[in-house]
């Protein structure tokens, strides 16, 4: 088993539309989530840190579920440019490396 | 965010041949930078961490010595890919850790495209 697993998609959804991804981790020590988004032949950029409280950026909602050990990552009113790859990111602590989902795509149809 | 850059942007080189590429963090120093290796359509695998003034520290399968990796100062970080082949064909990236809101995070490099013909 991975120890981080995402849905691979692709989602396929109209622009406007709400679409939410999850991402499991396995490690119950795992105290660092991030998402990253990933344009084709791109780097992967910060989209947000994910706390226990939950954080919101704009049209883009993080939240973590320690009990149930998942990340989830919900996007309002998408936009064409939301199509991205969009990856789960975990780390169990700060000296330790960050473990990659294998990553969600996401294609917003006009 | 902090800013990591990567040279080359892409190249290309023939079989038997090393290649350098250079990952540099801009505005902050990184004691610790991460070589990734990434195939089309699969997600980034790390291949070694990096640490300012001591040896990389290589994942499970590269092989250390065809990935040379030197970290010499704290804004860069080297990976020399020797004698290259076909098979090292990938898109490799770097990044580095700066202190972020949400303790340290990984700011990436744009990433080297390399082709061995």
């Known amino acids: 088993r991975k120890e981080v697993e995402q849905d691979p998609g692709p989602f396929n959804v109209p622009e406007g539309a709400t679409v939410a991804f999850n991402c499991t981790y396995s490690n119950s020590a795992s105290q660092s989530f991030f998402w990253y988004r990933q344009d084709c032949r791109k780097e992967p950029k910060l989209l947000m840190s994910?706390?226990?409280s939950g954080n919101e950026d704009g049209r883009f909602k993080a939240q973590l579920n320690r009990a149930s050990q998942y990340i989830s990552l919900l996007i309002r009113d998408s936009k064409l440019s939301d199509s991205a790859t969009y990856l789960c990111?975990?780390?169990?602590?700060?000296?330790?490396?960050?473990?990659f989902g294998s990553g969600t795509r996401l294609s917003i149809r006009p | 965010g902090a800013v990591v850059s990567q040279h080359p942007s892409w190249v290309i080189c023939k079989s038997g041949t090393s290649v350098k590429i250079e990952c540099r963090s801009l505005?902050?120093?990184?004691?610790?930078m991460f070589w990734y290796r990434q195939f089309p359509k699969q997600s980034l695998m790390l291949m070694a961490t990096s640490n300012e003034g001591s040896k990389a520290t290589y994942e499970q399968g590269v092989e250390k010595d065809k990935f040379l990796i030197n970290h010499a100062s704290l804004t860069l970080s080297t990976l020399t890919v020797t004698s290259a082949h076909p098979e090292d064909s990938s898109f490799y990236i770097c990044?580095?850790?700066?202190?972020?809101?949400?303790?340290?995070?990984?700011?990436f490099g744009p990433g080297t495209r390399l082709t061995v013909t």
């Open positions: 990044s580095a850790e700066a202190p972020g809101t949400g303790g340290y995070e990984q700011y």
């Open positions: 990111v975990v780390r169990r602590s700060s000296a330790s490396k960050i473990i």
């Open positions: 505005d902050f120093q990184a004691t610790t």
């Open positions: 994910v706390y226990s």
